[in-house]
């Protein structure tokens, strides 16, 4: 199996299951924050929203041949996204926005945007280093290195929507 199809199975089944996280709230539950400062399951989802909308963008955008190995940061952008302990401060664009969209509203333009980004994979040498975008956290990436971003950013996010799932279900 060539890597490029590794990688689409990979991110189809990352989009299944988070998009499964997402449709699993009751309406009520999904905007619910868990405390004053914690998102809720809605704002979770707009902020993943906003990350793949920004990856895909980078994916279209100027590449050039990496003058490194294509996935060096792979590691280090993996153990940053599963380390349960590490906190994060969104960028500005990455934050949610004070209108409440709906569940529909998120999936729908998730599936849109994921489905983008299947096509950017399919179609892209994912080798070339995306020079004309940089990740606030890990700098410049090529393209197979935003797609793992994506996706492990997506499972992290994944993890804090079952934590609020628990807390919606205690809630009752």
Known sequence: MTETRQILLELE???NSLLEMISAFDQEKFNAKP???????AEV???VLKVTVYVNKALKGKTVVSERPYDQKIKVITGAM???NARYKAPEMALPGQVTLKQEQITAKLKSERRLLAESVAA????LF???FKHP??????ALEWVNFEIQHARRHMEQLKRLAVHASEAR
């Open 124 to 127: 892209m040498d994912l080798t």
């Open 82 to 84: 599963t380390d349960g």
């Open 45 to 47: 989802g707009e902020h």
């Open 137 to 142: 956290g890990f700098g410049g990436l090529t």
């Open 35 to 41: 405390s004053a400062t914690a998102w809720s399951a």
């Open 130 to 132: 995306v020079s004309e």
């Open 13 to 15: 089944h990352n989009t």
